[in-house]
C-alpha cells in the first residue's frame, strides 16, 4: 500500500482529494493536514510514503514545509496557482512533483504512483513553462550584474533559489512589498522577463 498524506488548508478540497486517493486500490491516507507546520510534524510521526502538499497555507507554506520534509517523505505538489515562482521555488525546495488542482482523478492517482516509486513528475504546462524559461533567459552577463547594488544580488540569489517575494523578505529582514520591489528591479536591470528567467540566470553563473 502506498502510504500518503494530504495537506490542504480547504477542507472541502481535502475531503475531495482523500475521497479520490482512498477510491484506489493500492492507496491509504494515514493523515490529513490543514497547515504547512502539521504537515510537517504528521509527516515525521507518520512516515508517509508520499506527502500531497498544498502551497498556500497557513503557518508554513507548502515550499518551505517541502522543504523541512528533505529525507523524510516524497513531496508531490498540488496548487491552483501555475506561477513561477512556485514553480521553481517547489522544484529547488525537493518536491518530487508538480501538479495544478485541475488534473483529472485518473491522472492524480498515477501522479503518487509515480513519485511513490521514486519517479519524479511536471504537470505538461509547468514543463511548458520550464522550457520557455530557458529558452528565453539570457546567458548570465557577469557585466551585467555590475548595475545591481549589494541588497539586489542577495534578491536574485534569493530568484535563484526559487524562494517568494515572502521568503525574500523574511531572509533578509525586510517587507514583503520591499522585496517585491526590488524584484522588479532586478528583473528590470538584468533585462529578464520573468522570475523563471532569473533563477536560470542565476544558475548560470
Known sequence: MIRVLVADDHAAVRAGLVLILEGAPDMEVVGEA???RSAVEMAVRLRPDVVLMDVRMPLLDGI???RELAGVADVLILTTFDIDEYVFGALRAGAAGFLLKNTDADSLVAAVRLVA???GLISPSVTRKLIAA???APAADPGAL???TP???EVLAGLGQGLSNAEIARSL????AT???HVSRVLAKLGLRSRAQAAVYWSGL
Do not use: M, N, P, V
Not at 529582514?173 to 514583503?176: D, F, K, L, S, V
Open 151 to 153: 541588497r539586489e544580488h
Open 34 to 36: 490543514g497547515d504547512g
Open 173 to 176: 529582514g525586510i517587507a514583503e
Open 117 to 119: 516509486q521514486g519517479e
Open 179 to 181: 522585496a517585491k520591489t
Open 134 to 136: 530557458f529558452a528565453g
Open 146 to 148: 555590475e548595475a545591481l
Open 64 to 66: 518551505s514545509a517541502t
